[in-house]
């Protein structure tokens, strides 16, 4: 019996924003409020120049208050420095109003600068500079309200890099969509059960691919309907993968989340699904 499998692809990278505070004893990386204290964060924060610089870890401050003053959080104004677990800053970022205004500086696990971002009233503007693991600068980017202008790209022994082409580059499987779409078609095999019982649907899978292409962290979120065989199937399939080309943005490999669904269908219409027996 031959068989038909369609797949279809969705590369979301994800990505997070800074939100409005509320009043809340933890605060999580991006000093948002949160209500799991293990999700919470080291950090410092300037509230403005009139007020003290105080260092607070996991909600407490080190002189034991347990809590921010409703005064210092209602709008975040000033410079917050985020230290990481062995109070190393890694993270510093301006605000005028709840909203990113300044320089953003963020740095790599070894204290090296990765990126400076300027912000006015909460977009990119002006000068961005992004820097690679070794301190060479990556990219050169010029932004006007949140638009990008001009750009510069530099490979990691400094030299100008003429080849890439964006500064965002989403992970790829090699060859293409094409070449996935013809591997998976190759690879997957239609579960017995599945084809017995006239079970179709889709398996949708979450991964990583990291920075080197490799994949991890398969996940299915949402599998086909009475059929943990085809679920099991899509998984071996994915794990079996060559490596990624993996995201790239300022001119920097990074790791992504990729969505794949991949659609299970049999090729003789004319058969009727029937419901799986005796579960």
Not at 60 to 88: C, D, H, W, Y
């Amino acid at each position: 019996m031959r068989h038909l499998l369609s797949v279809f692809l969705l590369c979301s990278i994800s990505s997070a924003f800074l939100a409005q505070d509320t009043i809340a004893t933890y605060f999580d990386i991006l000093g948002n409020p949160t209500t799991n204290v293990y999700a919470s964060t080291f950090f410092r924060s300037k509230i403005s120049s009139s007020k003290p610089t105080k260092t607070y870890y996991w909600g407490e401050s080190t002189n034991g208050n347990m809590a921010f003053k409703p005064s210092q959080i209602s709008k975040k104004n000033g410079i917050f420095v985020f230290l990481n677990r062995e109070g190393e800053i890694f993270w510093e970022i301006s605000f005028r109003d709840n909203k990113l205004h300044g320089e953003m500086i963020k740095r790599y696990e070894d204290g090296k600068v990765s990126e400076r971002e300027n912000f006015k009233n909460g977009v990119r503007d002006s000068t961005c500079t992004y820097y690679h693991k070794n301190g060479v600068i990556s990219s050169i980017e010029i932004y006007k309200e949140d638009s990008l202008i001009s750009y510069t790209f530099f490979s990691e022994d400094g030299q100008r890099d003429t080849v890439s082409t964006s500064t965002e580059i989403n992970a790829e499987f090699p060859g293409g969509l094409k070449a996935l779409t013809r591997y998976l078609a190759d690879s997957i095999q239609y579960p017995q059960a599945a084809i017995e019982l006239g079970i179709e649907g889709k398996c949708f899978l979450q991964f990583q691919v990291d920075e080197t292409g490799k994949i991890s962290d398969i996940q299915v979120m949402r599998g086909v309907p009475d059929c943990p065989e085809c679920d099991a199937e899509s998984v071996r399939v994915v794990k079996a993968m060559p490596n990624w080309t993996p995201s790239k943005m300022h001119n920097r490999y990074c790791s992504s989340v990729f969505n794949l669904p991949i659609s299970f269908k049999l090729w003789n219409g004319e058969e009727v699904k029937k419901k799986r027996r005796n579960k």
